[in-house]
């Protein structure tokens, strides 16, 4: 399959015979980064975003990857369930998670049934209010204890710079996850540059003071770790020579972005 395939997964519906199928880029069983407490990761294969600064590269086709199934993922987690307490679980990661909605409706589903904690980590970009689509979404927000919301710029043409698409449809997801009292940690990366400058953080510091149930705002700074993966897979790296940001300037943001006042997620319990 071509690097840049951004054909789309057919949906998707269980029966008997036919279960709904992962497409699995890799696994991590003892995460602490992506959401609240000690984490099983699936990190699912398929991205459309072309962000310049992704290290994971490899996550980009749809269609490919590791075939699993919601029980084929729940079996394996379930050996780690005892470090998980009250907060841990699973999440579900990308690539773009959201480009696979019913697998991850159906993993969810059966996970929230047997008192699994569950995370989406997303940046929204397949999101849409045009139908059979939302209506998916309401499901799985109906099954998801929490979000991890990576907002890539808050300009919606710088954000097509840097990603290939502007941000209407996810600052719409933002807007629904707020109004519906959906928990949510905001993320965003810090690049050199790119999304480096005090007004567009101002912005976006003002925007998410606009959001309910915000438990948690985390500044990322950008690292060349996945340089490599460009070369191998003989693709120019869009941000050659560019620096991780100063120490200084990942202070700045965290300033900018109110960090501190976002403390919920140091007592945050799934609803019951």
């Not at 690097?3 to 998707?12: M, W």
């Not at 036919?18 to 984490?39: A, C, L, M, N, Q």
């Not at 919301?149 to 707020?178: A, P």
Request: proline share 5%; hydrophobic share 35%; charged share 25%.
């Amino acid at each position: 399959m071509r690097l840049f395939d951004t054909t789309t997964l057919p949906p998707q519906e269980e029966t008997s015979d036919k279960p709904v199928i992962g497409y699995v880029h890799s696994i991590e069983s003892f995460g602490s980064v992506d959401g609240p407490g000690i984490r099983y990761i699936a990190f699912l294969q398929g991205c459309r975003m072309r962000c310049e600064y992704c290290h994971n590269p490899d996550t980009w086709n749809i269609g490919v990857g590791e075939e699993m199934t919601a029980e084929d993922i729940l079996d394996d987690a379930m050996r780690y369930k005892s470090f998980w307490g009250e907060t841990g679980g699973i999440t579900c990661s990308g690539g773009e998670s959201l480009i696979q909605i019913d697998f991850i409706i159906d993993l969810f589903t059966k996970a929230k049934a047997m008192g699994i904690t569950t995370c989406l980590d997303t940046s929204g970009g397949p999101f849409t209010r045009d139908e059979p689509w939302f209506s998916k979404f309401e499901q799985l927000m109906a099954v998801t204890d929490i979000s991890l919301v990576d907002i890539k710029h808050i300009n919606s043409d710088e954000h097509r710079k840097l990603t290939g698409f502007g941000n209407e449809n996810i600052l719409d997801m933002i807007q629904y996850m707020s109004s519906h009292d959906c928990d949510m940690w905001i993320r965003h990366v810090l690049v050199p540059t790119r999304t480096d400058f005090d007004v567009y953080l101002a912005q976006l510091g003002d925007y998410i003071k606009t959001l309910h149930n915000v438990q948690k705002v985390e500044i990322l700074p950008y690292h060349t770790m996945g340089v490599n993966k460009y070369h191998e897979l003989g693709i120019k790296y869009p941000l050659e020579g560019i620096q991780a940001p100063t120490p200084d300037r990942v202070k700045n943001a965290e300033n900018l972005l109110h960090v501190m006042d976002y403390t919920g997620y140091k007592t945050w319990r799934p609803k019951k």
